[in-house]
């Protein structure tokens, strides 16, 4: 069954078998292929025109002027996000590249101390720890370039006392 | 006069692109750099000749003087173009190019660093008699400059006097903030520039920025080609540019580009140049700093003058004059031109990066598109996030804006975050299509250029089409009678 | 195959008031099914909204395509038994789809007292594995009981039909190849705990799913130990220490998300090929059924009208048309299968009944599946009947339908009496499905007929003692009879005690056989078989 994260929500949307209509959670949607990546749907009395491709497990849609990124959801992973997982890494906001390191592998940080100060487009931040812990492994260094999402610190949470 | 038979194009993506297609047309074959990481490029497809750099970053490989000096002349050229960005303000750059026998198309490296530096830029225009803000530098007391800085009075924007392109800027309102601002600017300057010296000038608050394309030639013709309006900008980046500016005084637009004229000539300037100006609310014009080189925004002049820069760049290099006396200069109708950047501009202009999966240029009368990417290629923070420039011309103003909104609507780039809608928001906000237009107007009206929220109705509609774009792979389709039932349930 | 001509005159009084009376009847019908679906004490509900669970209905929307049809089975079990509590005897079972594949759900209502098990409960689980076992349907078990009903363990557990036999039913699937997933979503206790176990795959919730044969009061009580019940049964024991279940999940959808893919890694079997063509709706409407059958189940109708408006185009070819008039015998289509249908147009008669046997060869000969509509009160009776050896040929109609390989399905559309139940294939003679309409009875005789009966007998009894009863006496003896019959002969009796799959909506009644044909063909016919037929 088909399931999409889509402005902060879970929907389900499913084409029903051999016909024009998708099931968008409770409501029937008529949409048709116009042609490769191409799609026309009445709204509003209208005929809409959209493009859409495939892109991995996301979906991409323009309509009008706008785009959006659909995230197709595998209903058999866990929805739960890994809470452990995030005190112990700190992502990269955005892509980027890296201005400069300010610990070490085996230091000691307490939470809300700088890590590393990366920049992109013009833009200079620093990256600070999310809760006290020990770094163990800095995945770039300086000058490297990274993608948004990269694990830029990790650390080994230490209890609170 | 020495003819150009091949020609390096030191540059990617669309500019590279741009200066093939103007070479090709005039007879010359074209060589093109590419890099590991940017192999998609869309001039490789079109240039005759290709050569690989290296380095790491990638960016590295195009700042690479040797390593481009050496392509070039390895592979017969007898020019090499810059673009803009990287190394076309270089005067080291110009003169290795000079020194190698091979002609720069650009002005001389003496030029490049008497004009690019900013304060040298600023001391020679008031020796020029061209108006400037009250500034001052570090010169020979580097001690003394954030006192002379507060003496200039706040606001006041404290910048690198190497830099360009809105890096290491930062505004002062308050002198209990300098110190701090002075830090700041000095380090970035360092790091993008590697030169920290500073440089501090009167803020004008809600400044225009104005543009003056000059052209000179070796015989010591300098002429203009109009202004731009550039003021739509979000962190001192450029995102929408025009011509005419609208609703400027033609008085002051007389006085602004005799002055530009005044100054490219004066310091002897060949090939395309660049005088930025800042307006103020009162109409007063001020000389900022000039750009010894090509623009990003250089198609809204070629739209409105029908020229082609590139052409002219080109012939001024062979050491022809140029074809045109000032008088015989026409300007027809207005263009404006949308800079389609790789970011999510409601999420504070964020950068992204993906791959291309779709692509479909716009198409209409009027309309040119400057494309960076093909379908397929990648888009990382390896290079700038331009993917492309959409212009569009028209009679008037309004039908300008209006062609190039269309434009805009129409464009269909997937795979990245592009900031496609939020510039055709700028482009039919009211007080844009007004024309009051400063650099702040980005950010004074942030809350009016807000998307639109989607109804339940829309939402669904998306969700309808992202499933039939996206099927589930797990999918089997109900057998008959099922399928014919539906959801029927007794 | 032509089509029927219908006579039907929807402008008659006796249309007119049959189709008031049985609207009343479906709504009523409706307005109840609602209600055990739907209606729940506020505190359950908010029990399982604490616990993180979902209701029922809830995980069979998660579970199923969506977009596909569900016949959902025995609906209204229990609906006469302990003080009318029970709703659907706290299951839900019935037939849908997942990803493109039929299964059967067997499903514990965890807001019906907590999913326990009461003897009809426990009957209705064992139906639904024997429909899976007939029919060779993959068996989702979606487990959330809180076990058996203890006050009533005498009625639910030790004999041979009883919880046991939901265990062994399982090992009959498992042994014939049938896929079954238990989805553990609270607990399994005690027996309950070898759903799972004896399951191919299972499914286990992290903090609700619980499977253990001694829950933590009675292990305490048992033996002292003092132990919570995820870290005597719960998830990630059993999915990593025990290996009693196979895939640990952190939330019912989730689950319910794992369910559905492990079953499509099971490879569906061919079914069993028949006549098909492509479906077609009837050509008269069906919705005229309501006019066709009357209330009273005493007056007669012609069942033509009704086979018109439940087969493709309203086409039946009539086997021996003009012989034996009060069983009509013919081939038609349901959603585009061909059957041969049987139906009751009167007592059943000598001719009646050998016509009855030799179409049911035919049909089996060519392996045609069998539908029976039944209205019967029964075989005829008197001197003339016996000498020409009606019981004799009732027994050759009998002996033939129980020797049939092909499916079979019955809807029973007016009364249900005696003999006639038999040989038109009621409850105990294997068909796949049986369903009633509304206002069907289904009875040894009649009520008044009983009522009588009994009062004859014990009026001759008194008489004998030399009493004569006035006629408040003779009532007093004959109305409790009257009552009671009637009581325990309608459909929602019959629906309550699992005497069939279900009371249909008339005009639900051709999905719900075309879907139960289709389902059936999962399993191959086999081989035919015959008694000895007394000549």
């Known amino acids: ?161 | 006069m020495t003819p150009i038979r091949k020609l390096f194009i030191a540059n990617r993506a669309e500019i590279a692109l741009r200066i093939v297609r103007t070479a090709r047309r005039l007879g010359i074959a074209t060589v093109v750099p590419w890099h590991a990481a940017d192999r998609h490029g869309p001039a490789l497809h079109e240039a005759d000749e290709k050569i690989q750099l290296f380095g790491e970053p990638p960016v590295a490989a195009f700042l690479d003087i040797a390593a481009i000096v050496h392509a070039a002349r390895d592979s017969g050229c007898d020019a090499v173009h810059p673009g803009y960005g990287f190394l076309s303000e270089n005067a080291a750059f110009a003169g290795a190019v000079a020194e190698a026998g091979l002609v720069f198309v650009g002005p001389s490296a003496q030029v490049i660093e008497r004009m690019g530096d900013k304060i040298r830029a600023r001391r020679f225009a008031v020796e020029q008699g061209v108006p400037v803000t009250p500034a001052a530098d570090e010169a020979d007391d580097p001690a003394g400059f954030a006192e002379r800085a507060r003496a200039v009075g706040f606001p006041l924007l404290v910048k690198g006097a190497a830099g360009g392109g809105g890096k290491g800027m930062q505004i002062v309102r308050v002198a209990s903030r300098l110190a701090e601002a002075i830090d700041v600017a000095r380090r970035e300057s360092e790091r993008y520039f590697g030169d920290g010296r500073l440089f501090a000038e009167r803020y004008v608050e809600r400044p225009r920025h104005i543009e003056v394309q000059v052209f000179g030639d070796a015989q010591g013709n300098v002429i203009h080609l109009g202004e731009r309006e550039c003021s739509i900008q979000r962190r001192f980046q450029k995102l929408i540019e025009e011509t005419p500016a609208p609703g400027l005084d033609p008085g002051l637009r007389e006085r602004i580009c005799s002055a530009a004229v005044t100054l490219a000539k004066a310091s002897g300037y060949v090939n395309a140049g660049t005088v930025e100006c800042i307006v103020s609310p009162e109409g007063e014009f001020f000389f900022l700093e000039m750009n010894t080189r090509l623009q990003v925004e250089h198609p809204v002049t070629e739209m409105v003058t029908g020229l082609d820069l590139v052409e002219w760049q080109l012939r001024v290099a062979c050491g022809e004059p140029l074809s045109l006396t000032q008088e015989q200069v026409r300007w027809h109708g207005h263009a404006i031109e949308a800079r389609l950047l790789a970011e999510d501009a409601d999420a504070g202009f964020v950068p992204d990066t993906g791959r291309v999966r779709l692509l479909r240029w716009p198409q209409g009368p009027a309309l040119r598109i400057d494309g960076g990417v093909i379908e397929g290629a990648p888009v990382t923070a390896d290079f700038d996030s331009m993917l492309a420039k959409l212009v569009a011309h028209g009679a008037t103003r309004d039908l300008a804006v209006s062609r190039l909104r269309q434009a805009l609507e129409e464009t269909v780039l997937l795979g990245v975050t592009v900031n496609a809608d939020y510039l055709g928001r700028v482009l039919r906000h009211p007080a844009f299509a007004r024309g009051d237009t400063d650099t702040g107007f980005l950010e004074r009206h942030r809350d009016t250029l807000l998307p639109a929220p989607l109804s339940d109705e829309e939402r669904r509609l998306l969700l309808a089409v992202a499933a039939r774009a996206l099927p589930d792979p797990a999918a089997r389709a109900a057998p008959q009678p099922y399928a014919a039932m539906g959801a029927w349930r007794n | 195959m032509s089509r029927i001509v219908s006579h039907l005159d929807t402008r008659s009084d006796s249309y007119r008031h049959n189709h008031a009376e049985m609207t009343r009847r479906v709504q009523e019908l409706r307005a109840l099914t609602h209600k055990v679906r739907h209606e729940r004490p506020e505190r359950d509900l908010e029990r399982l909204k604490r616990q993180n669970k979902l209701t029922v209905r809830e995980r069979l929307d998660l579970l199923l395509d969506p977009g596909t049809p569900f016949l959902e089975l025995s609906t209204l079990a229990a609906n006469r038994a302990y003080g009318g509590e029970v709703h659907g005897a706290g299951q839900v079972s019935g037939i849908g789809i997942v990803n493109g594949r039929e299964v059967i759900v067997h499903a514990d209502d965890p807001s019906i007292k907590g999913g326990a098990w009461y003897p009809l409960s426990v009957k209705k689980i064992v139906r639904t594995l024997d429909i899976a076992i007939e029919n060779r349907l993959p068996v989702i078990h979606l487990c959330d009981s809180a076990g058996g009903f203890l006050p009533l363990q005498s009625q639910l557990f030790p004999d041979r039909y009883e919880a046991g036999r939901i265990f062994r039913n399982q090992c009959t699937l498992s042994k014939l190849g049938v896929p079954q997933i238990a989805v553990v979503l609270g607990h399994c206790t005690a027996g309950g705990a070898y759903i799972p176990a004896l399951a191919d795959y299972s499914v286990i919730v992290r903090g609700n799913g619980g499977v253990f044969l001694g829950g933590p009061p009675l292990v305490k009580a048992a033996t002292g130990e003092v132990v919570t019940a995820e870290a005597l049964g719960g998830a990630d024991m059993h999915t990593s220490v025990s290996g009693t279940c196979d895939y640990p999940a952190d939330d019912e959808p989730q689950a319910l998300a794992m369910a559905r893919d492990i079953l499509a890694q099971t490879t569906p079997i061919e079914k069993q090929r028949i006549d098909r063509v492509e479906p077609e709706d009837p050509y008269y409407d069906p919705a005229e059924l309501y006019g066709i059958v009357p209330s009273d189940w005493k007056t007669g109708f012609d069942v033509r009208e009704v086979i018109a408006r439940l087969v493709d185009g309203s086409r039946f070819h009539e086997y021996q048309p003009q012989y034996g008039p009060t069983l009509v015998c013919g081939f038609a289509r349901i959603w585009g299968r061909k059957v041969g249908i049987l139906a009751n147009n009167g007592v059943l008669f000598n001719d009646s009944s050998l016509k009855a046997a030799h179409f049911m060869r035919l049909c089996d000969r060519d392996g045609t599946p069998l539908v029976f509509l039944q209205n019967i009160t029964g075989y005829m009776v008197g001197r003339e009947y016996e000498e020409r050896g009606i019981t004799k040929d009732g027994a050759k109609m009998i002996m033939t339908q129980v020797g049939v390989r092909v499916p079979k399905f019955t809807v029973i559309v007016g009364g249900s009496f005696g003999a006639g139940n038999y040989g038109m294939c009621g409850r105990a003679y294997d068909g796949r499905f049986l369903w009633m309409w509304p206002q069907s009875q289904i009875a040894v005789m009649g009520a008044e007929q009983a009522a009588n009966t009994l009062a004859e007998v014990k009026i001759r009894q008194l008489e004998r003692q030399g009493q004569q009863l006035s006629d408040e006496q003779i009532a007093a003896i004959r109305d409790p009879v009257l009552q009671s019959f009637r009581a325990e002969s309608d459909a929602y009796h019959s629906t309550s005690e699992l005497w069939d799959d279900g009371i249909l909506d008339p005009l639900d009644t051709r999905n719900a056989l075309g879907m139960a044909i289709v389902a059936s063909l999962n399993a191959p016919f086999g081989e035919p078989g015959y008694g000895v037929l007394r000549l």
Not at chain 1, 129 to 148: D, K, M, N, S, W
């Open chain 1, 1 to 161: 069954m088909n399931s999409f994260h889509f402005g902060g929500t879970r929907h389900r949307a499913q084409r029903e078998p051999g016909s024009d209509r998708v099931r968008v959670d409770a409501t029937l949607v008529s949409v048709q292929q116009d042609g490769p990546n191409r799609f026309v749907a009445p709204l509003d009395g209208r005929s809409e025109r959209l493009h859409a491709v495939a892109d991995g497990d996301q979906v991409w849609v323009h309509w009008r002027g706008r785009a959006w990124a659909l995230q197709r959801i595998d209903a058999t992973r866990s929805s739960a996000a890994g809470a452990a997982e995030a005190a112990g890494t700190a992502h990269a906001p955005m892509p980027g590249v890296v201005v400069s390191l300010l610990v070490a592998t085996g230091q000691a940080v307490a939470e809300g101390d700088a890590l590393l100060v990366i920049e992109s487009m013009k833009l200079q931040t620093t990256i600070a720890a999310a809760a006290a812990g020990v770094v163990i492994e800095l995945p770039f260094a300086v000058g490297q370039t990274f993608q948004r999402g990269a694990v830029l610190a990790r650390l080994e949470p230490t209890e609170a006392s």
